[in-house]
């Protein structure tokens, strides 16, 4: 009788424990989802933060390159204008080399238009490629007025 009474007691305490009130779920819920929204705005405050970084990086490329790519300008238009001065017996020398250094300035105008408007992956390619073609730009222009006659 004893053993049956202590069942009976141990299978009362164990009902009742499985009975008593248990933790709300959702507050956990709420913690978690609480805690997943402040993950999501940190992401999107670092991406951003990235995003303005790259912005001012690829400005400053356009600030630096474009003053360039405007002297070239000037300096192609002032020899197109000294090679159509040229008497037409010296022309033909340098006629060629003036369509070459207006091909590469409409190549550099694009790239400069394609630089203002690249994005973070391919920025840096098109503003070392364009600091190229503007320096390829500088030694024709240099060439091509050393044919000129003094």
Same mark, same amino acid.
């Given at each position: ?30 913690? $978690? ?16 933060? $990235?995003?303005?970084?790259? +912005? ?6 356009v ?17 197109k204008?000294?090679v159509? $001065?040229? !008497?037409? $017996?010296?022309? !033909?020398?340098v006629s ?15 790239q ?5 408007s ?7 390619s098109?503003? +070392? ?22």
């Open positions: 009788m004893r053993i049956t009474f202590a069942l009976i007691v141990a299978g009362c305490a164990l009902t009742l424990g499985g009975c008593e009130k248990k933790a709300e779920t959702g507050q956990a819920t709420g913690a $978690a989802n609480g805690a997943a929204s402040g993950l999501g705005d940190a992401m999107n405050s670092a991406k951003d933060m $990235a995003s303005d970084t790259f +912005t001012k990086l690829r400005d400053q490329a600030a630096t390159l474009e003053p360039q790519f405007k002297s070239v300008k000037t300096q192609v238009a002032s020899l204008d000294k159509a $001065a040229l !008497p037409e $017996a010296i022309k !033909p020398t060629s080399g003036m369509t070459e250094v207006e091909k590469q300035l409409d190549a550099a105008g694009t400069l238009s394609n630089l203002k690249a994005g973070a992956d391919t920025w840096q098109i503003s +070392t490629e364009l600091g190229s073609t503007l320096d390829k730009l500088g030694t024709a222009i240099k060439d091509l007025t050393a044919k000129f006659p003094s």
